[in-house]
């Protein structure tokens, strides 16, 4: 298969809710999505789930931007490439920058997957028909808010709910929340909001019957993660320390968490994605999939990866109307009940609406 010619396009849409975490709040998504084009005009799709500030990670639109322009595109521009791993392969020359190789190399992806007839998921090995699906809630001024938003998602079906956390927005929240929904499959998300010195307030969580405590410490930390874990009962789940499988690898020996969110963006791409999950396979360690507030492209990436064996718990990857007025797919993704249907044609399964695409579209570049 031989990429003939690779499009950028810089997008901007607004969100239909702000979604605050401990980092701070979002009203718009600046990202960026990947077309790979073949020999025979065929397209796939990818997304770089880069904010327009390096708040969660180090990269930013910006960053991703010029990593693609300047590195990424020259480098597979007119290659014949016989399988997606080629490209993670090839970009492993340059270190991290994992949003923005991971936008072609899930670009590639679709574009195997379409060139073979066969949808992303299948590709990928995936066995699931159906996926389960959580949501993830914003930290919110007024208890009250997040209550009422507790209240409309779980009877949506949603099957877990995330609640965002930081220091001074913890216990008390939790208790509220508790108090209102005893039995809700429930989990908080810190975004490395604590140190250890924290230690006595994380520990005040595990009576609340959490499904986990995602991120409490430094991005990147796998030891105090680990010495955390002693202290405290509720299962600590990995996210913005697992960039590779080096770094799952070495938070399961390390015993830094129980169970990894898995993003693909994070981890540079599917190839990767998938070595971790099998890994997670063999270690018996429980995984599900994040999300970075994606537009449909992004989305239905996640969904197929998430069509694999070891997704064993309800990911992130809510329906379009969670985020947008109309998304850039069709059909938009949708959940009945808290189940998702994998989508079974050639490629990301969804196709992206063009016109709805440039609407949001700020800048574009073109590579023949
Ligand atoms: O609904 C989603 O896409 C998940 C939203 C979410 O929780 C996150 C999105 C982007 C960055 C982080 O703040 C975060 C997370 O930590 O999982
Ligand atoms: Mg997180």
């Known amino acids: 298969m031989k990429i003939d010619e690779i499009i950028v ?35 796939g799709w990818g997304e770089c789930t880069a904010s327009e500030s390096p708040l969660y990670i180090e990269e930013f639109t910006e960053s991703s931007w010029i990593m693609l322009n300047k590195f990424l595109i020259p480098m597979i521009l007119k290659k014949d490439i016989e399988h997606p791993d080629e490209v993670h392969e090839l970009f492993s020359v340059f270190k991290r920058n994992h949003l923005a190789k991971s936008a072609i190399e899930g670009a590639v992806w679709d574009l195997y997957a379409k060139s073979k007839g066969i949808s992303l998921s299948e590709a990928l090995g995936g066995v699931k028909s159906s996926i389960e ?61 604590y140190t250890l010195d924290d230690i006595e307030t994380l520990k005040k969580l595990d009576p609340y019957n959490l499904m986990m405590i995602e ?42 968490g129980r169970i990894i969110n898995l993003k693909i963006g994070r981890v540079g791409g599917l190839s990767e994605a998938k070595r971790i999950h099998d890994l997670c396979v063999q270690e018996n360690i429980a995984m599900w999939c994040g999300g970075m507030l994606e537009s449909g492209v992004g989305r239905a990436h996640n969904i197929a990866i998430t069509s694999l064996a ?28 808290g189940i998702l249907q994998v989508p079974t044609k050639p490629g990301i399964g969804y196709d992206v609406n063009r016109d709805e695409l440039l609407k949001h579209t700020v800048e574009v570049k073109t590579f023949r």
């Open 310 to 337: 070891n997704f064993t718990l309800p990911g992130d990857t809510a329906a379009s109307s969670r985020y947008w007025e109309k998304d850039i797919i069709e059909p938009e993704v949708t959940v009945q009940d």
């Open 133 to 193: 699906v959580g949501i993830s809630l914003g930290i919110e001024e007024y208890i009250e808010t997040l209550l009422e938003n507790i209240r409309e998602k779980t009877e949506e079906g949603y099957k877990r709910i995330k609640v965002k956390i930081k220091p001074g927005k913890d216990v008390e929240v939790i208790d509220k929340v508790r108090e209102h929904f005893p039995d809700i499959p429930l989990m908080v998300d810190a975004n490395s909001a």
């Open 9 to 43: 396009y810089k997008i901007n849409m607004r969100m239909k809710n702000p979604f605050t975490t401990s980092f701070g709040t979002e009203h718009d998504r600046l990202f960026l999505l990947v077309e790979v084009k073949n020999e025979d005009g065929l397209s």
């Open 215 to 256: 991120q409490p410490l430094a991005a990147g930390d796998l030891i105090d993660h680990a010495k955390l874990q002693k202290e405290i009962k509720t299962p600590i789940c990995l996210d913005e320390s697992i960039h590779c499988y080096d770094d799952a690898r070495k938070a399961i020996e390390l015993g830094s």
